[in-house]
């Protein structure tokens, strides 16, 4: 097998996997059970006398580890950010099975760091009730008011479908700090960085527009980022 059919099957296999988008249930998990055709191409090169396939499996694997330390110092960094805090308390537009308190899925599942090991559907992060019903929203309070210059979104299934950042001033207005169409892939932070605030703010709102990308929508948690003074 040459080098230009095994890249074609493995952007076929991703592409299938980033289509399936994100499902609740036993079918969530499929997508993991997707690499046979990756395996079967990687035997096919294995079994071949010229090695250059089985080099250019080298070479992939190489690159997913390297983006994969890439992401973990990334994350490390977030976790330890001295001017980071994570939420304490949130209501949302709805809630999975209307989930309240510290039910799995409930909006008090974005609040506290991170703590959902991989993408995909899991009850450590809120998801709203209906998977592609449109407007949805996420309201989160932080400990201390600060001069705030990004929110970072954890997200954690179904991601990109964030359309809208608002922080709260003083006064308690929302000011709309980001709106537009969210990059985000797979269990990703998705930082949304603005010009330092004029005001103190302790409270934060993501609005989702969950038809925009099929499947459940869930985010982890998210990360006010900002100094006292
Ligand atoms: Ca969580």
């Known amino acids: 097998m040459n080098d230009r059919l095994l890249r074609g099957l493995v952007a076929v296999v991703f592409a299938c996997f980033l289509v399936a988008g994100c499902r609740k249930g036993p079918e969530a998990a499929a997508p993991a059970t997707n690499p046979p055709a990756t395996a079967a191409s990687a035997s096919t090169a294995a079994s071949s006398s010229n090695s250059s396939a ?3 499996t080298d070479v992939a694997a190489a690159a997913a580890k390297a983006a994969a330390v890439e992401s973990a110092l990334k994350d490390d960094a977030i976790k330890n950010d001295p001017d980071g805090q994570w939420a304490i308390q949130a209501k949302a537009s709805s809630s999975y099975q209307d989930a309240e ?9 974005a609040t506290g ?7 995909g559907d899991d009850g450590k992060a809120w998801a709203p009730k209906s998977q592609d019903g449109g407007i949805e929203w996420l309201d989160l309070t932080f400990p201390k ?3 705030a210059t990004e929110v970072r979104v954890r997200e954690s299934c179904g991601s990109g479908a964030v359309i809208k950042v608002e922080v709260f001033d003083e006064k308690g207005a929302p000011r709309v700090v980001w709106a537009g169409n969210d990059p985000t892939k797979e269990l990703n932070y998705f930082p949304v960085k603005f010009d330092k605030t ?10 989702l527009a969950t038809n925009v ?3 459940w929508n869930e985010i982890d948690a998210v990360q006010l980022v900002g100094k006292e003074n």
């Open 145 to 147: 008011a600060v001069f």
């Open 213 to 215: 990308v099929p499947g």
């Open 101 to 109: 308190g510290a039910a799995a899925w409930s909006a008090n599942q």
């Open 198 to 207: 004029a005001y103190k703010t302790d409270r934060v709102k993501i609005t």
């Open 54 to 56: 089985t080099s250019g």
């Open 113 to 119: 760091a991170p703590n959902v090991e991989k993408y």
